[in-house]
């Protein structure tokens, strides 16, 4: 056979040449736009934090994503619980849409290790001339000093890509004292806790499902156990212990009590815009507020938030809150559509169902007050709570006691021989009503199994004993079985046993 020629042969060397370059461009491409896929993230789905994950999972299919943060209805602020004792600043980025008042919080590690930008470098460095561009959020905090606020406000800013609208303050006991609103709350304690009160005694907290109250919970939620990871449990603990905190919280307080009572307890940076913070609380609503952390990872006892994940998590977020239907949106149009069938409130204009009802039996009938709640909850009040009246014995008269002249007065359709006082309420409602023996018959209907033997109904006489006997039963009627069954499950997955006596 004829050997194919010079010209042949370097042609045919050429092509297999030409051949093997296009696939190594080919198989180039190809890998640059993986790596890149994979290092993006681009298509994180936090759908999944729902469940209540706090990892970011990617779900492989869909459009490229890119983190753009859509701030037109979102007001951003930070919160910080000031620990004298451990020196170290626990904070919450909150985001709120004004438009639904969907509320997402994100817990922000105490030591986290950030990478930031050059011109906060440069006003890091004025205090601290060592500091890279990787700072850790704790050293910040000790080199500023009164300015730290402010400062680590500016590196959340450069870190999220938010515009914040100020930062809020409380110290360790204010917002003990803040979390102490909530009488007990639903915690589930996976092994024995040991803690020192604040005498120096030390407490344990049994593990499984318990209640824990104020104190107990402060503790939970800045104990640090010297692990590796130890900063990542103790915020996983309190985003488990919020979640059923704000449940409790919005169960036995109105908006406007909450509102009032954080606004006596935080110091805010003169920037913040609270215009309309108290329509903002009488807005929210438990199942509305998710709690999450700040994305990133944990290595050495060291949190490393990564700003490009964290950025598409809060894009993801403000995305999902813009278009979500939320339980107040429905709750308000219920309320519209229901207002012309409702008694309207005396010529001072001021309607109770705008705030918070304590009811208290202060006639020795067992089951009053509950009946009470029942009835002027279907007419749309906010009961808060409801508990026994003994310090002066039977009123004969109903008493109801707001904070500000002209409140209560449409309460007089139901309690039409009741007296209106006006004092201070410290127990976190907003209006007390003592129900007495002239307000047995409930809502002016047929009541005549409450009713005693000198209001002259068709019931059965009931002497001085069997009065005070019945009244024994009372606290179990009104605080028990009857009323937990009435209670939905919280949005949180789980149904929660209120107590409502309170514990004065």
């Known amino acids: 056979m004829e050997k194919p020629s010079l010209i042949v042969r370097f042609f045919s060397i050429l092509l297999r040449i030409l051949v093997v370059l296009v696939l190594m461009v080919v198989i180039a491409v190809a890998s640059f736009e993986g790596v890149t896929y994979y290092l993006t993230g681009s298509l994180y789905d936090l759908r999944e934090f729902a ?33 004298a004792d451990s020196g170290k600043e626990y904070m919450a980025l909150n985001m709120l849409n004004t438009k639904n008042y969907v509320l997402d919080i994100l817990l922000i590690p105490t030591n986290a290790q950030v990478t930031v930008g050059q011109s ?5 460095q004025k205090e601290m001339p060592e500091a890279k561009n990787t700072v850790n959020l704790s050293d910040v905090s000790r080199a500023f000093g009164d300015e730290k606020y402010k400062m680590i406000s500016s590196i959340v800013e450069n870190v999220t890509g938010l515009t914040l609208s100020g930062y809020d303050v409380m110290t360790q006991e204010n917002f003990t004292s803040f979390l102490d609103m909530a009488d007990e709350v639903a915690y589930k304690v996976d092994d024995d806790f040991s803690y020192r009160d604040e005498k120096g005694v030390l407490q344990v ?19 640090l156990d010297g692990t590796e990871t130890q900063e990542s449990s103790r915020l996983e603990r309190t985003n488990v212990y919020l979640q059923s905190f704000f449940s409790t919280l919005f169960e036995e307080n109105s908006g406007s ?15 913040r815009d609270r215009s309309n913070e108290e329509q903002i609380f009488e807005q929210l609503d438990p199942d509305d507020i998710t709690i999450r952390i700040l994305q990133g990872s944990e290595s050495d006892g060291v949190f490393t938030v990564d700003s490009q994940i964290v950025q598409l998590q809060i894009s993801t977020l ?25 008694r309207t409130s005396t010529a001072s204009g001021q309607d109770s169902k705008d705030y918070s009802i304590e009811l208290y039996n202060a006639a020795y009938v067992a089951g009053l007050a509950a009946q009470w709640e029942a009835y ?11 508990d026994s009246y ?55 209907a047929d009541g005549s199994s409450y009713s005693s033997t000198e209001d002259g109904d068709d019931g059965e006489d009931v002497t001085d004993e069997d009065e005070s006997d019945s009244y024994d039963d009372e606290e179990d009627t009104d605080s028990g079985d009857e009323e937990d069954t009435s209670k939905e499950d919280s949005g949180y997955g789980g149904s929660y046993n209120f107590d409502t006596d309170s514990a004065e």
Do not use: C, H
Request: glycine share 10%; no cysteine; aromatic share 6%.
């Open 120 to 124: 906060i470098l440069k006003e890091i």
């Open 205 to 223: 907290i049994k593990g499984g499902q318990t209640e824990v109250d104020s104190e107990e919970a402060a503790a939970l939620l800045t104990y």
């Open 318 to 342: 403000a995305q999902q809150a813009e278009n979500t239907t939320t339980s107040s949106d429905s709750k308000s149009e219920k309320d519209s559509s229901s207002e012309s069938d409702t």
């Open 390 to 444: 003994q310090d002066e014995g039977p009123l004969s008269t109903t008493r109801i006691v707001v904070t500000e002249e002209g409140m209560g007065e449409d309460l007089l359709t139901y309690f039409p021989d009741a007296t209106i006082e006006v004092d201070d309420i410290d127990t976190g409602g907003d209006i007390q009503i003592y129900i007495g023996t002239d307000s047995t018959d409930v809502g002016g």
């Open 257 to 271: 009590a909450i509102y009032r009572k954080y606004t006596s307890l935080v110091q805010s940076s003169v920037d």
């Open 376 to 386: 002027l909850e279907e007419e749309g009040y906010t009961i808060s709570l409801v």
């Open 51 to 83: 469940g209540g994950s706090n990892t970011i999972t990617n779900t492989g299919s869909g459009e490229v994503q890119e983190t753009k943060i859509d701030e037109t209805n979102m007001r951003s602020t930070l919160f910080f619980v000031d620990s």
